[in-house]
């Protein structure tokens, strides 16, 4: 079923980023809106923003470094592999492991929660 | 959702290649300005280069032996990496990015901050020693040990130090302690307690506790997660992870040392004696408290000297916070506290600038009222290590 906009999505507010030229691939921002602190990757080309305080001692997720991880299931046959290279935030804290694209935590139950990042008119603008 | 009226602030960053240091202070400044703050368990480098000018003979050449060693990428001065973590190597996938040893000059920017009252210096290399099967040489290390730290961080400003002991040498533990206790810095006696065989309360043990009570210096058992060691409770063919070790490693060993050390009588015959635990966490003393009590009633007469029952003893024990447990509520911390009763000997400690180190948020996170925060945060600690107040 395509993805119906939600009524409260008309009034929800872009924030400027940065221009495009000013964040380029492989880089990172630190947005705070209010109290909220948001993590924005460029990660080839392609825009993710999460939540960016991890839940456990509050360690700027912003900061962690992008690495891959080992899996172990089903679908691997239970064999343990290595996985997401690339796409995996470590929380430079304590080093709990988030999925950038999705903001799940491996190997927890929660995830964090993710923005919608647009590109208009060479600015690239976090929605939230 | 974002209102228009929210301040935005956006900031370019960089990946920490260490894990994030003294930013969670930073980030509580104002809050923490009112309190009295002890950290209890703090590190510095401590390899064993720097312990070099201060061995001499044969244990000086064993030494400079080492020193040429380079152990897998990691110096190859550390005892902690050669003997810790060779089991598991690598196992992490170096996450989280592994955290530096602090220097002396790190150090004294944290305290520059003047956040934290007074750092309290536990060796880090040298926790290992507990279960160096050579009593002369763990003995040689500590006294290096010893000297050095005296030597580099005495007459600094909130920085104070606890004395390490190669519990496998009593009697030159106890000089090593005569020797010390005198210093205005030095405010403890740390001992390794990780693979001491027998368990620490065992009579070969007690010139360490005879000298310790003559000089009035509290004792504390610092833990490791290492257990290339096959000693009780813990073997290392019990571990095949080291997330294994480091759960259960630092409790265990403690809750051994604990009921060893009162079942020994040892708080019966040095009164004035206190002890602590270091980096063991805080669930499990309710556990041991209660557990030993419940046994004690069957099995009172195998331990004539007591004169109360155990738990009475432990809730005399201070207890360092880290590595503090999240709990599921904010109001669970206090729930805790008061089953163990430790409202006025829970003493808050980061382990920094270790990887495990605990961030001041994962504190401040519980509720609790103004009081007790005060006493965690410092004043507990204030009365155990006999430091004076400083606001
Ligand atoms: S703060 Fe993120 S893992 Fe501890």
Redesign the interface.
């Given at each position: 079923m395509p993805q119906q906009p939600s009524p409260?999505s008309r009034?929800?507010?872009k924030?400027?980023?940065?221009a495009v030229e000013d964040f380029p691939p492989g880089?990172?921002?630190?947005?705070?809106?209010?109290r909220?602190v948001i993590a924005v990757f460029n990660i080839d080309g392609e825009y993710y923003a999460l939540y960016g305080r991890c839940p456990?001692?509050?360690?700027?997720l912003?900061?962690?470094?992008?690495?891959g991880?080992?899996i172990c299931n089903a679908e691997t046959g239970w064999e343990t592999e290595w996985a997401y290279d690339g796409e995996v935030l470590?929380?430079?804290?304590?080093?709990m492991?988030y999925h950038l694209k999705s903001g799940k935590a491996f190997g927890y139950t929660f995830k964090l929660r993710t923005y919608e990042v647009v590109v208009e008119e060479g600015q690239v603008k976090l929605v939230? | 959702m974002a209102t228009d009226a929210q301040s935005v602030k956006v900031q370019k960053v960089e990946p920490s290649f260490n894990p994030v240091q003294d930013e969670d202070l930073d980030q509580y400044s104002d809050e923490l300005a009112e309190y009295t703050i002890v950290d209890v368990d703090v590190h510095v480098d401590d390899t064993l280069m720097f312990m070099l000018d201060y061995m001499e003979g044969h244990f000086r050449k064993r030494l400079e032996t080492i020193l040429q060693v380079d152990f897998k990428g990691e110096p190859g001065n550390s005892l902690r990496n050669m003997i810790a973590h060779i089991a598991w190597l690598g196992s992490s996938y170096d996450k989280p990015p592994r955290a530096k040893l602090a220097s002396k000059q790190e150090l004294l920017k944290r305290m520059e901050k003047g956040i934290i009252d007074y750092s309290i210096l536990f060796p880090s290399e040298l926790l290992p020693i507990g279960y160096l099967p050579e009593p002369k040489w763990a003995a040689a290390l500590a006294t290096a040990y010893n000297e050095y730290m005296v030597d580099a961080y005495q007459n600094l400003a909130g920085i104070k130090i606890a004395i390490v002991v190669a519990p496998q040498y009593p009697e030159r533990a106890a000089e090593e302690i005569d020797h010390h206790a005198g210093h205005p810095d030095i405010v403890s006696v740390c001992i390794p307690d990780v693979g001491v065989n027998p368990p620490i309360g065992d009579q070969k043990y007690w010139p360490i506790f005879e000298a310790a009570a003559r000089h009035s210096l509290p004792i504390c058992f610092h833990g490791i997660e290492a257990l290339i060691h096959d000693n009780y409770p813990l073997r290392v063919a019990h571990f095949p992870t080291l997330m294994q070790v480091n759960s259960m490693g630092f409790p265990f060993t403690s809750m051994l040392q604990i009921m060893s050390v009162v079942c020994a009588g040892i708080p019966v015959r040095f009164p004035n004696l206190k002890f602590a635990v270091l980096e063991a966490g805080l669930t499990w003393m309710p556990f041991i408290m209660y557990r030993l009590d419940a046994a004690y009633l069957r099995y009172r007469t195998e331990l004539p000297a007591l004169e109360k029952k155990p738990s009475d003893y432990i809730r005399a024990w201070h207890i360092g916070s880290h590595e503090l447990e999240a709990l599921p509520g904010r109001g669970d911390l206090v729930k805790l506290i008061e089953l163990y009763q430790g409202q006025n000997t829970t003493m808050w400690a980061s382990d920094w600038p270790h990887l495990e180190r605990d961030l001041i948020a994962g504190f401040m996170r519980y509720d609790m009222d103004e009081n007790l925060r005060r006493k965690i945060l410092g004043e507990n600690a204030l009365r155990f290590f006999g430091l004076p107040p400083q606001k």
């Amino acid at each position: 079923m395509p993805q119906q906009p939600s009524p409260s999505s008309r009034s929800k507010r872009k924030i400027t980023v940065a221009a495009v030229e000013d964040f380029p691939p492989g880089t990172r921002m630190e947005v705070q809106v209010g109290r909220a602190v948001i993590a924005v990757f460029n990660i080839d080309g392609e825009y993710y923003a999460l939540y960016g305080r991890c839940p456990h001692q509050s360690a700027p997720l912003s900061r962690g470094r992008l690495q891959g991880t080992v899996i172990c299931n089903a679908e691997t046959g239970w064999e343990t592999e290595w996985a997401y290279d690339g796409e995996v935030l470590v929380c430079p804290g304590h080093g709990m492991e988030y999925h950038l694209k999705s903001g799940k935590a491996f190997g927890y139950t929660f995830k964090l929660r993710t923005y919608e990042v647009v590109v208009e008119e060479g600015q690239v603008k976090l929605v939230m | 959702m974002a209102t228009d009226a929210q301040s935005v602030k956006v900031q370019k960053v960089e990946p920490s290649f260490n894990p994030v240091q003294d930013e969670d202070l930073d980030q509580y400044s104002d809050e923490l300005a009112e309190y009295t703050i002890v950290d209890v368990d703090v590190h510095v480098d401590d390899t064993l280069m720097f312990m070099l000018d201060y061995m001499e003979g044969h244990f000086r050449k064993r030494l400079e032996t080492i020193l040429q060693v380079d152990f897998k990428g990691e110096p190859g001065n550390s005892l902690r990496n050669m003997i810790a973590h060779i089991a598991w190597l690598g196992s992490s996938y170096d996450k989280p990015p592994r955290a530096k040893l602090a220097s002396k000059q790190e150090l004294l920017k944290r305290m520059e901050k003047g956040i934290i009252d007074y750092s309290i210096l536990f060796p880090s290399e040298l926790l290992p020693i507990g279960y160096l099967p050579e009593p002369k040489w763990a003995a040689a290390l500590a006294t290096a040990y010893n000297e050095y730290m005296v030597d580099a961080y005495q007459n600094l400003a909130g920085i104070k130090i606890a004395i390490v002991v190669a519990p496998q040498y009593p009697e030159r533990a106890a000089e090593e302690i005569d020797h010390h206790a005198g210093h205005p810095d030095i405010v403890s006696v740390c001992i390794p307690d990780v693979g001491v065989n027998p368990p620490i309360g065992d009579q070969k043990y007690w010139p360490i506790f005879e000298a310790a009570a003559r000089h009035s210096l509290p004792i504390c058992f610092h833990g490791i997660e290492a257990l290339i060691h096959d000693n009780y409770p813990l073997r290392v063919a019990h571990f095949p992870t080291l997330m294994q070790v480091n759960s259960m490693g630092f409790p265990f060993t403690s809750m051994l040392q604990i009921m060893s050390v009162v079942c020994a009588g040892i708080p019966v015959r040095f009164p004035n004696l206190k002890f602590a635990v270091l980096e063991a966490g805080l669930t499990w003393m309710p556990f041991i408290m209660y557990r030993l009590d419940a046994a004690y009633l069957r099995y009172r007469t195998e331990l004539p000297a007591l004169e109360k029952k155990p738990s009475d003893y432990i809730r005399a024990w201070h207890i360092g916070s880290h590595e503090l447990e999240a709990l599921p509520g904010r109001g669970d911390l206090v729930k805790l506290i008061e089953l163990y009763q430790g409202q006025n000997t829970t003493m808050w400690a980061s382990d920094w600038p270790h990887l495990e180190r605990d961030l001041i948020a994962g504190f401040m996170r519980y509720d609790m009222d103004e009081n007790l925060r005060r006493k965690i945060l410092g004043e507990n600690a204030l009365r155990f290590f006999g430091l004076p107040p400083q606001k």
